[in-house]
């Protein structure tokens, strides 16, 4: 299954807490306020973050954490890879020449393929679709179809 870590759902809920609108500066005792997250797994995932170039901050007194640049401009894919790194489904397809099956191998061309496509699709959802909880071409009513007909799979709320 392919899955994305609780770290990475955790650091688009604080993404999506920064880019409410009027947001503006929020400190990570705020952030893990709203979010019901622990302050200290909002300073981490907030560090990651701010390592990407997904949020900046600012120190001091009146200091704290927002967006690096529009929600519109943050895809999916690089929230991903802030946190977890690059995607890769097989180990040929984040480090090619690495695996010693390689020269042999009939589906890793094929798997690679795969993963530039997950990518791709990723990048084209901005984190101003997360937000409003639809994909771009993903009508939110084929969203819950699609889940609702896999036994236990929910759209979440």
């Known amino acids: ?48 973050l701010q390592r990407a170039g997904l949020i900046t901050s600012t120190r001091g007194a009146r200091g704290g954490y927002t967006l690096g640049r529009p929600a519109a401009q943050i895809t999916a894919a690089e929230i991903i890879d802030a946190v977890e790194g690059p995607l890769g489904l097989t180990e040929c397809s984040t480090h090619p020449g690495q695996c010693g099956l390689e020269p042999s191998c009939r589906v890793g061309r094929s798997w690679q393929r795969v993963n530039v496509a997950i990518h791709r699709a990723l990048s084209d959802v901005k984190l101003t679709h997360l937000i409003a909880q639809e994909a771009p071409g993903v009508p939110a009513a084929d969203l819950a179809i699609t889940l609702g007909s896999r036994p236990g799979l929910r759209a979440r709320a």
Do not use: C, F, N, Q
């Open 1 to 48: 299954m392919l899955r994305i870590s609780k770290l990475t759902d955790y650091a688009t809920v604080l993404l999506a807490h920064l880019a409410e609108e009027g947001a503006g500066m929020r400190t990570a005792v705020e952030l893990a306020e709203g979010s019901r997250i622990g302050l200290p797994t909002v300073s981490k995932v907030l560090k990651e």
